[in-house]
């Protein structure tokens, strides 16, 4: 047995118009809940976007549809439902320049590919620089964008002022503006939507998308995988790509490998809704906060990881509080508005802090974790290129440079020196 | 307006106190002790405001802080900028004089708002459509779509100018935090106190009292003013009692951490606030060693068609308006509930003259209230449901019929009872969000249909009592907020005393509700067809909405709620949450608790920006670190460069020169004569111990265990990752001792690095560090004139070269002070870093440039010191290192020692990759135009590869880049660093400089040394 494709109505005004007519009675299953096959060609454990996009291009472009998406909450109920929704792909290395305007390209498509509207809004994204140091490096890391033929701006102070109205290019006092790099092209994308659309697709062509599904342990035989235990019972597979964020390690562990990864509580914050007042995304390290404003007029706001170790889905209260301090020094007049909402997710960092893509000491398995703070950016680019990657059963050009043997070799790609950013 | 709506007596206002305010542009009065919305009910206003989506009409729902619709822009006027406050509650904003409010979300005003066409095609955007349409092409999206969702979305306006107020931020600690002062918190207080406990007593509202303050039944037969307040005189003379009032407790973090956020100034009259010298609010962080949670209970509403009209609020707010604050709702109200507590609420509206009239939708209604509602003549229909509302911007009908046996549908005629108010109650849910933030459960309990506290969690659980732990008698709770404070001492050990025995009437607090639950009122039609049922009233969501979610196998809560947004408006599903796990839990048919509820995050209420910021926005952001003669530098024209916290000198112009001719001056003065430079902000730690040499030996890659008393050397320090990390000079001052120097923005990072290593690796060694940066300051004479300068105020040491040498250090005395002399050089020329005490920094330098005016000292900054290190090849780690750099990458394989035992990096660069010849490696770059001076930050590309244009569109391989780049006088040309593949062994080749405007700039790759090149000067 497999898993039956089915073909889905298509999402359009004429659509929506049809079914209010109707009173919206016949609306189908986006994505339907099968019950577990007993195996499947490939098990994708993680429904997050990476998991879920995996799917979908692996049955896409790959034809491989016999596949099951097992996650073990509510798809998209991890990072990629928590997450700040930061699009761009101004980053410093070629080998990550690569990985994320790859998936700026798809993003940019997303919304006619999956028949659903992700909202990917290009409102563009500053990495704002405070000192000498950050104005060097900034200089650096948007030649190099450039080269790489990603759309990116070196932007003096008075340029930033264009663009966002509203900061104070004193910075408080403390830590004045001096520029900025700029990617119109980047921006934010509704993060939900993202894991619905690519679930509801992958269950069109017959993915089996399994909740409350949790992958408890590994039947491997020889070195090679056989399948998946789980809290619905076994589930074989042929293959096998672990997408879990926030707990690849602990899934390592159970396929008795070690990884080189550190799980961090990473917060955000969002204000009560207001009229528009910003419409670009701004980021800063030295200050260390970023915001931007959603559709529904909130102020997304985060920073940086909590230092301490832990799986606890919440964030501390001096990381909300020292966040703020850094906004309301660059945005003064937002001192009035009150936050509404701060919450946690757990991500995998990784000693580069760039993320791993990889074949594993087990075979037939496959691995892609480590997105740490900024993965939400590369969900299309890391679904479409890990999908190639286990369709082949070995690394693509795009994969290979972050192989797990990158931390034996020393062939590391440094996201986190001085001249790069998070998220 | 005269206040047509307010009793002749009554409520806890000062009637002596009439005070003006606006809404909307039009003025009103209100007295001391209203909050904006009772104020505008009073004037008969129930019209406040917009909702989110559909832009309807709304009213005042609740009397509190739980309030989803009344939401107002305050201090809205062009004097007031700087003030502007969106989105507060109407119902939780004290009226003060002279006021100026607006409502939010209408354009061009409230009552013709132009948004409410999406009301006419709600039927067309019901939950998620922006999904399912709109799928428009990405440019389309942010340009044209985007946008118009923009603006209708959000609610308030906010300011665009600096806020003026003033935040503080307090820490406490406290034996145990009580948060609410209704009965049960006062009654845990007063056990606490008595205890002896250090008490932290925490009150959102105004005053002490909680529900007594809406309804003053008697207690221990004293009225219920009376009796708040002899307890909160009793607590008011207890000296470890502090009572917060105005004071919200937001936030519950691990080991009871616990935020709270005191509004100071807010209330007062606009005039008396900008006078007053407290700060607007405190952000109060509070370790609490026990808490006790006695945070009553929301009343949530019944659900049916049109629910949602002005006019429509819940009971327990009518009850508030009267009682509290002497105001009427309304002259013809029906009340429509569901359970026994409600009614009293009906019973209050007909003593105040109002025409009453009760619908209930149970089958019997026999409790003491039905009784005397009964008895007053109030009509009162049972097993009745509320069809529907009607009415346009204010309710002025109800349809109501019998329903059937099971309450799924009517069972008979329709009928219209006429009201320009409905008071509704479908029971009450505990407040039970902090007790969740602490990270504890819920259970459910199907008799009161509500979340109750489950079993405490965690190493520090909280108490819950009264109201929040679904305690709904008087008596009950006043019992249990005693006994939640004794537990309390208990765990504090402490001897708890005993309650003072108190109790309320019965008969005005039974307790039991005898609760129906219909979660949906059944009504003619489907709940899809004609009219809407609301759920989350300001973000729009109706019971179809979350059938609607459902049939698309929305099914987990998480999930209906983002696909509907309920829960996510300002409320946070205060006032609606419960009410749609009802109706899902009919729908998906499992039980309210299988279905679960959403995660409680803090805050528990909107929580202000600036209050959580305090005092560190503006100067306060980060210290601003000074060296002792940072003065000195301000007064002689010197820009500052921030390096890390520091203020460092960049460079002296003197009138009419630009950086680059202050900078070219600086540096010849070096070569040429003698120049210094302030150096104290290097990091300075001193390594102590026996096992220093060794400890020294394990973090810098290249030999210490031999370097003599008196001598120092130059270390190169790595990551675990085999990457440089920071560099300095470390010198012998004794065989126990070093003094390490690090880079000036590093030296914080190296410490903890150090320290992270002693005490958890290396806890055999024995040696201690301590960070001396701020104890000296450092002024370093460079120069060929340098020791002929330094002689002049330094007569106990031999300066000249045969008796010190370049790289060692002495004691000695410059210009009176006692100094350490170090003869070292970032500079490449004869160099003396003189260390002397902090506090004489000032007095040598002064000394030093007195001195050196005859051979023409000049002090140089930064870009100077940092241009002479350039011609000399010298790294800057973090400027021409980036974290992915290694001792081979720049050239420095030299300074490994080779048959050390271990050192921190040793094992990783020891990899594969690490000595790959096709590494980005360190060189020197020429531009083949001795006068174009490269960008920093630029790159490098192979002649073949040179792109056509300044943006290409696919990708160029990139060789490398450019770190440092420098006019180089001593040079006489420009001169650059970088770092490229492979570079040490292409030293010769032609490469290109794409540049930012496009042009192709041809640079050859030469060494690192531009000047000096057999390094004579330093040594001389
Ligand atoms: C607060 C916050 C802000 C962020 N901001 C940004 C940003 O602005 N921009 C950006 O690009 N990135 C951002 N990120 C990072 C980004 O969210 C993640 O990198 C990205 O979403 C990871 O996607 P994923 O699909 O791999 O992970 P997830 O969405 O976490 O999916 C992993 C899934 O695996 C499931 N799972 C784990 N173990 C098992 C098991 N044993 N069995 C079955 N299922 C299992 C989990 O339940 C989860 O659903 C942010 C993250 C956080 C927490």
């Known amino acids: 047995m497999v898993a039956q494709p089915a073909k889905k109505q298509r999402f359009n005004a004429l659509a929506l118009f049809r079914n209010a007519l109707s009173y919206h009675q016949n609306w189908e299953q986006q994505w339907r809940s099968p019950e577990p096959l007993e195996a499947y060609d490939v098990v994708i454990i993680g429904g997050g976007g990476h998991g879920l996009a995996t799917a979908y291009y692996l049955a896409k472009e790959h034809g491989i549809t016999n596949i099951a998406v097992l996650e073990k909450g509510w798809i998209g109920g991890g990072n990629t439902g928590r997450n700040t929704t930061i699009v761009r792909s101004n980053y410093l290395w070629d080998e990550s320049a690569a990985m994320y305007e790859h998936a700026m390209k798809l993003w940019e498509g997303l919304t006619q590919e999956l028949n659903y509207n992700v909202m990917f809004s290009q409102r563009g994204v500053l990495n704002l620089a405070h000192n000498l140091t950050d104005v060097r490096d900034t200089q650096r890391r948007v030649n190099a964008n450039r080269l790489n033929g990603i759309d990116s701006i070196y932007l003096d102070a008075a340029g930033v002022k264009k663009v966002v109205p509203g900061i104070d290019l004193r910075g408080g006092g403390r830590y004045p503006v001096m520029g900025a790099s700029y990617q119109p092209r980047g921006g934010t994308a509704r993060h939900d939507a993202v894991a619905w659309g690519y679930a509801r697709k992958c269950d069109e062509m017959g993915v089996h998308i399994i909740q409350n599904c949790k992958v408890t342990g590994f039947d491997i035989e020889g070195g090679v995988v056989k399948g998946v235990q789980t809290t619905k019972g076994r589930i074989g597979a042929k293959k096998v790509g672990m997408v879990p964020a926030g707990h690849s390690s602990v899934l390592a562990s159970m396929a008795g490998f070690r990884l080189p990864v550190e799980s961090h509580p990473l917060q955000a914050l969002v204000s009560e809704p207001i009229k528009p007042t910003i419409d670009t995304v701004v980021m800063s390290n030295a200050v260390h906060a970023y915001i931007s404003q959603s559709d529904k007029g909130e102020l997304v706001i985060g920073a940086g990881v909590d230092q301490y170790i832990s799986y606890g889905q919440r964030g501390s209260q001096h990381l909300a509080e020292e966040t703020l301090v850094a906004i309301c020094e660059l945005f003064p007049q937002y001192k009035r508005m009150k936050m509404l909402r701060q919450w946690g997710g757990i991500v995998d960092v990784c000693p580069d802090a760039s993320p791993i893509l990889t074949s594993t000491p087990v075979d037939g398995m496959y691995l892609n974790c480590g997105w740490g703070t900024g993965g939400f950016k590369a969900t299309p680019g890391s679904g479409h290129a890990f999908a190639a990657h286990i369709a082949k059963g070995e690394p693509t050009e795009l994969t290979a440079p972050f192989a797990l043997s990158r931390f034996e070799t020393g062939f590391l790609i440094d996201e986190h020196g001085a001249a790069a950013v998070a998220h | 307006m005269s206040q047509d709506f307010r009793l002749p007596a009554g409520g806890r206002i000062d009637r002596s106190e009439r005070l003006n305010f606006t809404f909307d542009g039009q003025t009103f009065t209100g007295y001391r002790g209203d909050t904006v919305a009772s104020a505008l009910l009073a004037n008969g206003v129930h019209l406040v405001g917009r909702s989110f989506k559909y832009h309807r009409p709304r009213g005042i729902v609740t009397a509190g802080v739980e309030e989803p619709n009344a939401l107002i822009d305050c201090n809205i006027t062009a004097q007031e900028k700087g003030t502007r406050e969106a989105n507060n509650r109407a119902t939780f904003t004290e009226l003060r004089h002279g006021l100026t409010t607006k409502s939010v979300n209408a354009f061009p005003n409230l009552n013709f708002d132009i948004g409410e066409i999406n009301s006419l095609m709600a039927r067309f955007i019901p939950a998620g459509f922006y999904y399912k349409s709109l799928l428009v092409s990405t440019g389309m999206w942010h340009r044209v779509v985007e946008p118009v969702i923009r603006r209708a979305a959000g609610l308030g306006v906010t300011d665009e100018v600096a806020d003026v107020s003033r935040y503080d931020g307090h820490y406490l600690h406290a034996d145990i935090v009580i948060v609410g002062a209704g009965p049960t918190g006062l009654q845990a207080a007063r056990v606490a106190a008595k205890s002896g406990a250090r008490v932290v007593l925490v009150e959102q509202d105004t005053e002490c009292g909680g529900s007594l303050l809406r309804d003053p039944v008697e207690i221990d037969g004293m009225d219920a003013d009376l009796w708040v307040a002899t307890v909160e005189a009793e607590l008011a003379a207890a000296p470890n009692v502090r009572v917060l009032t105005r004071t919200t407790l937001s936030g519950i973090f691990d080991h009871n951490m616990l935020t709270a956020l005191e509004r100071v100034t807010d209330h007062l009259d606009v005039q008396d606030a900008a006078d007053d010298h407290r700060p607007r609010m405190r952000w109060h962080r509070v370790r609490a060693k026990q808490v006790v949670l006695a945070t009553g209970s929301f009343e949530r509403p019944l659900v049916f068609r049109n629910n949602d009209l002005p006019g429509i609020m819940f009971a327990g707010a009518v009850e508030t308006y009267l ?698």
């Open chain 2, 323 to 1020: 009682q509290r604050y002497g105001v009427k709702t309304g002259n013809t109200g029906l009340f429509l509930v569901n359970n026994d507590m409600a009614l009293s609420a009906a019973i209050k509206a007909k003593d105040a003259g109002i025409d009453v009239t009760v619908v209930d939708v149970r089958s019997e209604s026999t409790g003491p209230n039905t009784e005397r509602l009964m008895a007053m003549g109030v009509p009162f229909l049972t097993n009745h449901t509320l069809v529907e509302a009607k009415g346009g911007k204010r309710v002025k009908a109800a349809v109501v019929a019998p329903m059937n046996g099971d309450g799924t549908a009517i069972s008979g005629e329709m009928r219209t009872i006429e009201c320009d108010f409905i008071g509704s109650s479908s029971g009450y849910n505990p407040i039970v969000h902090l007790h969740c933030q602490s990270g504890a459960k819920l259970d459910f309990d199907p008799t009161t249909a509500c979340f109750v506290p489950g079993a405490p969690m965690g190493a520090t659980p909280t108490i819950s009592a009264g109201g929040c732990k679904g305690l709904f008698s008087l008596n009950d709770a006043l019992a249990s907020g005693a006994s939640a404070a004794q537990e309390a001492m208990d765990a504090l050990g402490l001897q708890a005393a005993e309650a003072t025995v108190v109790s309320a009437s019965e008969e005005a607090h039974p307790g039991s509700l005898h609760i129906r639950h219909l979660w949906l009122l059944p009504t003619d039609k489907p709940t899809s067809k004609g009219g809407k049922f609301w759920v989350d009233f300001q973000n729009d969501v109706t019971a179809a909405d979350l059938q609607l979610a459902v049939r698309e196998n929305f099914r987990s809560v998480e999930h209906i709620k983002r696909y509907t947004t309920l829960g996510m408006a300002t409320d946070q599903g205060k006032t609606s949450n419960i009410n749609a796990l009802g109706i899902l839990s009919d729908v998906l048919g499992v039980t309210i608790p299988d279905i679960g509820t959403t995660t409680f995050r803090p805050p528990y209420t909107p929580t202000t920006f600036g209050a959580i910021a305090g005092r560190e926005p503006g100067d306060f952001l980060d210290v601003a670190r000074v060296t002792p003669m940072h003065d000195w530098h301000a007064e002689h024209g010197a820009l500052f460069e921030d390096v890390g916290q520091w203020k460092r000198a960049w460079y002296y112009p003197k009138a009419g020169e630009n950086m680059h001719a202050a900078v070219d001056r600086e540096c010849r003065a070096v070569r040429e004569s003698v120049g210094i430079l302030d150096a104290s902000t290097l990091g300075k730690i001193i390594v102590k111990g026996p096992d220093a040499a060794e400890f020294l030996n394990r973090v810098y890659t290249n030999k210490w265990m031999k370097l003599g008393v008196g001598r120092c050397r130059y270390g190169l320090m790595l990551g675990e990752d085999g990457m440089i990390m920071d560099d300095g000079v470390s010198s012998r001052v004794a065989e126990d001792e070093f003094l390490m120097t690090t880079t000036t923005g590093g030296a914080a990072n190296v410490l903890s690095h150090l320290e992270d290593y002693l005490q958890t690796e290396w806890t055999d060694l024995k040696v201690y560090l301590t960070s001396v940066t701020e104890q000296w300051a450092v002024a370093s004479l460079n120069g060929p004139k340098a020791r002929a300068l330094l002689s002049e105020l330094c007569d106990d040491v031999d300066l000249s070269p045969e008796s010190f040498k370049f790289m060692e250090w002495k004691e000695a005395t410059v210009a009176g002070i006692p100094a350490r002399i170090f003869r070292i050089s970032f500079t490449g020329d004869l160099a003396f870093e003189i260390n002397v005490p902090a506090d004489k920094g000032m007095a040598l330098w002064t000394a030093l440039m007195t001195a050196g005016a005859k051979y023409g000292i000049t002090p140089y900054g930064t870009e100077a010191m940092h241009v002479l290190r350039a011609e000399k090849g010298f790294i800057i780690v973090g400027q021409d290192t980036d974290g992915s750099l290694n001792p081979h990458d720049m050239d420095m394989s030299w300074i490994i020692g080779k048959d050390k035992d271990d050192f921190i990096g040793k094992r990783s660069l020891t990899r594969k990759d690490m000595s790959d010849p096709m590494r980005k490696q360190y060189v020197g770059i020429l531009t083949d135009d001795p006068k174009e001076v490269l960008p920093e930050g630029a790159q490098l590309v192979n002649v073949a590869d040179a792109p056509a244009s300044a943006a290409p569109k696919s990708p160029v391989p990139m060789q490398g880049h450019v770190s440092s780049s420098y006019w180089s006088s001593a040079a006489g040309r420009s001169i650059a660093l970088g770092i490229v593949k492979g570079g040490i062994a292409r030293k010769g080749e032609t490469l290109i400089v794409p540049m930012p405007d496009g042009r192709n700039v041809k640079v050859t790759l030469t060494d690192t040394v531009f000047v000096d090149a057999e390094g004579a000067r330093q040594h001389g």
